[in-house]
């Protein structure tokens, strides 16, 4: 037994993923394509096991109400849009239409386009178009990590008592610890203020490059 998550090799993430949610053709076929047309930045979709776990965080938290900040080709808001009722919405805002045409294929292809709205454009600035009023169940960030701290203002706002928001690349590969740059630095800085946020209650899951989970009360 051990008091810490295991490290994973390659043949335990593979059992891992496998005794999960794994991954079906549509996602397999995704993961596939994103990594012949951009191999250079396949690293920013988020990981199998992370995608199987917001369709059951969605669920689980009977969210019908979802923001995602950072799209890329369209994985994580597929495995958000797959866990939301039918009549469910996810909006997602990213500034790529290039890495964003991808997952719109990939949505129509799940037959989940109907639930999700994409909107182009910097998301400091779009996130302020939502309402203001607290109706939101879940969000994810996962985009520019300098950009944290502006999507953390907009959201929390929005968000309704008991909804969650999800951080991803909390970790930054385990340099919160010796920041190496400034998006290491800015993820460090920005780990502390959730942490100190008196609105929200957080726990941060070791999860592919760190996954933090935070609460609104």
Same mark, same amino acid.
């Given at each position: ?12 993430? *593979?059992?891992? /993923? ?8 549509? =996602? @397999?076929? %995704?993961?596939?394509? $994103?990594?012949?047309? %951009? ?6 979709? /988020? ?5 199987? !776990? ?14 995602? =900040?950072? $799209?890329? $080709?369209?994985?994580? *808001? %597929? +495995? ?12 997602? !805002? ?23 709205? %994409?909107? &182009? ?18 969000? !994810? ?18 968000? @309704? ?14 340099? =919160? &610890? +010796? ?6 630095? *800015? ?5 502390? *203020?959730?942490?100190?946020? /008196?609105?929200?209650? $957080? =726990? ?14």
């Amino acid at each position: 037994m051990t008091r810490k998550s295991l490290p994973l090799t390659d043949d335990l993430h *593979a059992y891992l /993923v496998a005794h999960g949610s794994a991954p079906d053709e549509v =996602v @397999r076929d %995704l993961v596939a394509e $994103t990594a012949a047309a %951009l191999p250079g930045q396949a690293g920013m979709q /988020v990981a199998p096991e992370q995608a199987g !776990f917001l369709t059951f965080l969605t669920r689980m938290l009977g969210a019908r109400r979802a923001v995602e =900040v950072g $799209t890329f $080709t369209g994985l994580s *808001a %597929l +495995a958000i849009a797959r866990g939301l009722p039918a009549d469910g919405r996810l909006t997602c !805002f990213d500034v790529s239409e290039e890495y964003t045409a991808i997952a719109r294929r990939y949505w129509s292809r799940a037959g989940l386009a109907d639930r999700i709205e %994409l909107r &182009i454009g910097p998301a400091g600035d779009t996130l302020r178009e939502l309402p203001r009023e607290r109706h939101l169940d879940l969000a !994810f960030i996962d985009a520019d990590k300098t950009g944290y701290p502006v999507y953390w203002d907009e959201l929390v706002p929005r968000m @309704r008592p008991g909804g969650v928001i999800a951080l991803d690349n909390t970790l930054r590969g385990g340099r =919160v &610890i +010796a920041p190496e740059d400034a998006a290491d630095r *800015a993820i460090a800085a920005f780990n502390d *203020a959730v942490l100190a946020d /008196v609105r929200v209650d $957080t =726990v941060m899951l070791p999860v592919a490059d760190g996954l933090t989970l935070a609460r609104v009360r």
